[in-house]
């Protein structure tokens, strides 16, 4: 058994008394990302048949994190999922996890600023 085996995991981001660190923005590329922005997916291969399905698909960041390992993830919900809401709650199934090698920023929308 290991220290993990008596921790609780709970969906607001912590594990027993530890939080997982979320960070304001992240830099990817010449681009400063920060939750509500919009990426482009792009994992990387050799992951499982969601990385198939989720390729080249738009998504906006609900959130970035970083673990206990110091690896940094986008969080995110796929624009044209209708359960996108149920990934904006933080529940299971309808958010995914990316690294920043797997994520390309999109352009902001006419009329918005960067």
Known sequence: MNEWD???WNPDGTVGEEAIRQLERVRVGAT???PGDRVRLWPRGGGDILDLALKGRDATVESI???YEDRIYVAVTV???PGAYLG???LPGHRFFFSLDEVV???PPAGETP
């Open 105 to 107: 920023p999109l352009d």
């Open 79 to 81: 624009d044209d999922d």
């Open 6 to 8: 008596e921790q609780v």
């Open 32 to 34: 400063d990302l920060k």
């Open 88 to 90: 904006k709650l933080r």
């Open 65 to 67: 994190q970083q673990d």
